[in-house]
Nanobody, 122 residues
Framework: QVHVEESGGGLVQPGGSLRLSCTTS????????MNWYRQAPGKERELVAS???????NYRESVRGRFIISRDNAGKTLYLQMNSLKPEDTAVYLC????????????????WGLGTQVTVSS
């Protein structure tokens, strides 16, 4: 069963833009956070941007002012608008959906997509 699926990656020239999308099959009421990560070859996975259920957002310093994270009103589709792309943004971009499920306080679960490749090159 696919819980999270990304789309929108591709090849773009430096200075260009791309919009990534992520859809989840998890219940919107269980979602407590949605995040975009990226992983470049030979490097560790890093958090790019996050959005909480209340709508607050956070960005890593290197993308702040260039990337915008958002979600749809249903709360089950996540977007990452990437502008002014640089070669160092090249990576596989992964969507992470964090939920709280179960009775009482429940338990925290993390669901990951397989990622979408973003390549910034002239």
């Amino acid at each position: 069963q696919v819980h999270v699926e990304e789309s929108g990656g591709g090849l773009v020239q430096p200075g260009g833009s791309l919009r990534l999308s992520c859809t989840t099959s998890r219940s919107a009421s269980s979602i407590i956070g949605m995040n975009w990560y990226r992983q470049a070859p030979g490097k560790e996975r890093e958090l790019v941007a996050s959005i909480a259920t209340g709508g607050s957002t956070n960005y890593r310093e290197s993308v702040r002012g260039r990337f915008i994270i958002s979600r749809d009103n249903a709360g089950k589709t996540l977007y990452l608008q990437m502008n002014s792309l640089k070669p160092e943004d090249t990576a596989v971009y992964l969507c992470n959906v964090r939920t709280r499920e179960g009775k009482g306080w429940g338990s925290i679960f993390d669901y990951w997509g397989l990622g979408t490749q973003v390549t910034v090159s002239s």
